[in-house]
């Protein structure tokens, strides 16, 4: 097998690596040339295994990566979410990557450190041996297995509460659909929990929430305002995001909006709209993830 082959056959696994570190796709794909640029030149003679190689290149590049992207978040305007993908049926059916990749646990990474970030994703997501871990992050062995114990109670602590079942997620986002369309208030207020968040990115370059809205009766009152111009204008079509039913907004033909929800116990806690047309790219065809 040659490097490109080798390269090609891993690809879709160091692209999710990069993602879940991430949570742009842009920049995911920023990583994987640099990846190949720097496994072009690699005597595979040398190499016993070419995933852990390939892996450990991925993420000392998405770690370096990481460090710019939370210095430029920093300056971004309003909330910051993670870029949505169109995703394919295969990655909803493995309940794992789609959790992993899932709106609400990247949301959770973000409140982790670089290395922590790594160490949890690679461990827990991918299964890597905390010595494979140590020699991607440049750490101990020890050190890993201590960041990883730090960073599981981190996300355990703020990670989305029960298991939902695809076809309740399908059923609430359906009602979700329906009481968009119609605006009506009581319906959006029925299908909402009473803490849900809505989360809107524009990145200063379209129009969105400024800050979270908390609580089932504001976001219900701001989703009806909208409403009107939804149903003169645009169409809402329900599509697989990050492994999970969404929908997506388009107006004129054109993506407007990607609403991505987290239901918990039959009702929507989370709304995660992303309007930023910069991180819009990944949704007119699907993106391979696999683990």
Do not use: C
């Amino acid at each position: 097998m040659t490097n490109t082959e080798s390269f090609v056959a891993h690809r879709n696994l160091l692209f999710t690596v990069a993602y879940e570190m991430l949570g742009s796709a842009a920049d995911a794909e920023d990583v994987l040339q640099e990846t190949w640029l720097r496994w072009v030149g690699v005597d595979l003679g040398t190499v016993q295994d070419q995933r852990a190689y390939l892996v450990r290149i991925t993420t000392r590049q998405a770690l370096m990566r990481l460090r710019t992207l939370r210095r430029r978040k920093e300056s971004y305007v309003g909330p910051w979410l993670p870029e949505p993908l169109l995703t394919a049926p295969d990655v909803a059916e493995d309940v794992e990557l789609a959790d992993s990749v899932s709106m609400a646990m990247l949301l959770v990474l973000e409140t982790l450190g670089p290395t922590e970030r790594a160490v949890f994703v690679l461990r827990e997501v991918f299964g890597l041996e905390y010595d494979e871990i140590a020699e991607a992050v440049g750490k101990s062995q020890a050190a890993v297995r201590q960041i990883a114990h730090r960073a599981r109670d981190h996300v355990a602590a703020r990670r989305p509460r029960g298991t939902v079942t695809a076809a309740q997620t399908r059923a609430a986002l359906a009602a979700f659909q329906r009481a968009v369309e119609t605006g009506e208030l009581q319906q959006l207020l029925d299908i909402l929990a009473p803490d849900v968040v809505l989360l809107g990115d524009g990145g200063g370059v379209v129009k969105a929430v400024p800050v979270p809205i908390e609580g089932a009766a504001k976001v219900a009152r701001i989703l009806a305002a909208g409403a009107g111009r939804m149903a003169a204008e645009g169409i809402l079509e329900p599509v697989e995001v990050n492994g999970h039913p969404a929908l997506v907004l388009r107006i004129g033909g054109r993506i407007d909006t990607v609403l991505a929800l987290h239901v918990e116990d039959g009702r929507i806690a989370g709304v995660y709209a992303v309007r930023n047309p910069e991180k819009l790219a990944f949704i007119g065809g699907e993106t391979a993830l696999s683990r």
